[in-house]
């Protein structure tokens, strides 16, 4: 096992694609199972989601959101309920045909997602005003079957959670799916450390029943798009379908208006990318299973296990994820393993550190080196863990400013696309332009950003009149 | 909507059955969906369970353990691998043919329980004793085609947690499960206030694969045990089956030992029905989603909201799950609301309240009203607590102990049958005596408690020499 997790990953430079599945498998994210397309997450991958559920969790139930659990299987009939819906997923169901021995009538649907559960259910618990908002979210795993198939970037089967509410007025549906699309931002800049684009889908792009969809969007090293989370409003289409009704203030019947909005673990897939290098994973403090990797140098020699076992409790003790290793492996072959797992922040302790009363601390994300006094060990790791962050934030800030590139015509639009990034381009609104954009670049319309600052009036594409900024992208 | 949440449920002495579905139903702990057997999870039934996995996942990682993600799906022939354990699931199997339009070769079953792919899993990560143990833990749903149904007790699809562990040693395995099923008792004493029955299964109720089955079983006041969450010990049976591996401290090729364990959504009818009474859910504290709630009494006269709010922002402040009703509802209305929904402890504060400088607190387990002064709200609330906690407890404790009926004759355990609960029952060892018991009466071997005090040497049913001490009950 030794040798094989310490030899080096693919350089980034040299095949990005094997670097990123070096990293999920190297770093013990994932493994493959042996259902193809369906991936094992293993605990130390888990534990990054579990970080991400406990601050979702949070923020939805600060913003009046109930925890729900629908059935794992949809009737087909149910799923045939709302049109574009049903065209948009069933390519890529899984269907139950048989159970208990006995063929089904209905055949049964692996959920790809919930709108028709949530949607029926609501029909049967909603018929006032008063019985509005209905703010449910869902953790569960939804399936999809998928040709082609990346760890956490496009899967058979991945974790999520799935808001599903209902409002009085299209008001306050609407102030819902903006709300949403900033808590998962807050996501980002607070945990993540990445910087996502917002705005608003085409209609080409948007979800397969909503009426609008927004994104958060973020930008991967090799120049292409991660759409990282969507919420969508859709308007009183599923209401209308399985007739939600509910009785007004002015007593007459209406159709309540609804949002739908979620994030995946496909997020690991944009940690993984933003942050990752060529000795592994680079892991943003707040979101690290392990924050702090203690690490005895020289441990044979007395004394270093008891004063890194002390560091060690004093850090524990505030509150710090914190892990000892006083395994009998080499210093060395430490260094490289907790490199790989992208652990923040490393704290060495050997007899020359103990001699000087002193600590040696490792940033992961630049590899700087500080000595301090063994004093400081609390202040000082709290303050550099909240150092990475920023640093790691910025840095990624930075690449993403760098690869916007406005462009007027064809000629600049495909530069941009060679430098990787985003063209940001003025648009008539037409669908046309966008399917020719991707038939003859592979970049489709990541979004309108919200920031909507015209630079031109002239869509490049068929000359016409364009007054809507578009980002466009490769994506995954 | 007001007149049937305020409608009386049927009472426990007129139809026990009917009892408990009217309180999942009137407490919106659950809703149906459109495939029978499927249950939804509603806010406040899933909420309790939240509390279930909160308690219990602090557990488990406290004591080594790791979350992971396994897939939802395992091939037909996966399952097949060890032959005892597809022999007890392959009559519940939802099996899915069809994949993306396309006839699915392997057929996928919906997982039951995880024990194949953990295995298999286990196979590709273990090579040496350096990896064990291995403490993994899943939560989960799993999908089980049941004929009758019954929500929480028996589902075509419930919520659970699955423990999946490895080790180097036939006896640190076993010590795994014992400790796990000590975790269960504990989650009983300390947040359920239900007390288990614990002991190991007898061969013939074991669980499909494992060498052994501990248990913990709860009585219900309709006389029947409620089997609440299992622990297995598995051997090495399927270890060998999935060829898992490893190389010893002496060099030399071994298989693991290996353990499961798990609880689920089953809890909450324990819950249920051995708390519950004909006003409806009787919530244990420390489980309860709303600990207490704040319910102003004539609202209308000045003053009142001002203070009830002062009240619920004082206890929110210390951390207690606090509601404050101040619809328009009437009082009286909101007291059954909310002792419907099984709410510890009720906070009322009205005009003559205010004007003595007095709270008003009623328990909802005995319906004691109790009036303190309003500088003793936090303390006397966090006893009251703890004393409702301790009364539900021991309650149930006293139902327990005064339904082990001791029996030496058939004559005996039919009275004990009679009377409800368990028959304690010398035992041969026989699974004759066993099925000829289920056969007559309907009654299983629950478990050989731990506990083992003969009181007799013949078994009362072959009349051979008896060792075993036996619980028999009725069940769920």
Redesign the interface.
């Known amino acids: ?1 030794e040798q094989i997790k310490n030899q080096s990953i693919t350089r980034q430079e040299d095949d990005f694609a094997q670097w990123y599945t070096d990293v999920c498998r190297k770093a013990e994210l994932m ?1 493959y ?3 193809k397309g ?6 130390y991958g ?2 990054i989601w ?1 970080q991400i559920q406990a601050y979702l969790d949070k923020r939805f139930k600060e913003t009046g959101h ?10 087909a009939s ?1 799923l045939q309920k709302e049109k574009d819906h049903v065209e948009g997923f069933a ?11 006995t063929k089904i009538d209905d ?2 649907i ?1 959920r790809p997602t919930s709108e028709t ?1 949530f949607t ?2 609501y029909a ?2 909603i ?2 005003y ?2 509005l908002p209905k703010l ?1 979210n869902q953790w ?2 939804v ?1 999809r ?1 998928e ?1 082609t198939t990346r760890p956490f970037l496009r899967g058979a ?1 991945f ?1 999520w959670q799935e808001g599903h509410t209902m409002h009085e007025t299209e008001e306050e549906a609407r102030t819902e799916t903006l709300k949403m699309l900033e808590i998962y931002d807050d996501l980002g800049r607070d945990i993540l450390a990445i910087p996502f684009s917002k705005g608003r889908k085409t209609d080409k792009e948007k979800f397969a029943g909503a009426e609008e969809t927004y994104s958060i969007e973020a930008l991967m090293p090799d120049g292409k798009a991660l759409q990282s989370g969507t919420t969508h409003y859709f308007g009183q289409g599923f209401a209308k379908a399985f007739n939600v009704q509910f009785q007004g203030r002015d007593g007459k019947l209406a159709y309540p208006h609804q949002t739908s909005w979620g994030v995946s673990t496909r997020l690991l897939g944009a940690i993984i990318m933003v942050h990752g290098d060529d000795n592994g994973l680079v892991l943003p403090p707040y979101v690290a299973p392990i924050q702090v990797i203690v690490i005895p140098v020289a441990q044979q020699k007395p004394g270093v296990i008891p004063a890194a076992r002390e560091l060690y409790n004093t850090l524990k003790e505030t509150g710090l994820r914190v892990k000892l290793d006083e395994s009998d492996k080499t210093a060395g072959w430490k260094f490289s393993e907790y490199e790989m797992k992208g652990i923040p922040l490393r704290v060495e302790i050997g007899p020359r550190d103990i001699e000087n009363g002193a600590v040696t601390l490792v940033k992961r994300n630049t590899g700087e080196k500080i000595t301090i006094k063994k004093e400081e060990l609390v202040d000082k790791v709290s303050s550099l863990l909240e150092e990475i962050h920023k640093e790691m934030y910025q840095k990624a800030y930075r690449y993403l400013n760098e690869h916007i590139t406005e462009v007027t015509n064809k000629e600049e639009f495909d530069q941009a696309m060679e430098k990787g990034g985003y063209a940001k381009m003025m648009w008539c609104g037409n669908r046309a332009c966008e399917d020719k954009i991707k038939e003859e670049t592979n970049a489709t319309a990541r979004c309108l950003p919200f920031n909507q600052i015209p630079f031109s009036d002239v869509c490049p594409v068929c000359g016409k009149k364009a007054e809507k900024v578009v980002l466009f992208a490769k994506a995954y």
């Open positions: 096992m493994d199972s042996s259902v369906f991936i094992i997450y293993r605990p888990y534990a579990e109930e925890n729900v659990y629908m059935p794992t299987v949809i009737p149910l390519p890529e169901c899984l269907i139950a045909t048989v159970g208990g021995g055949p049964l692996i559960l029926e259910h049967k618990i018929s006032s008063r019985d449910y569960c795993s399936v079957w040709k089967e974790l």
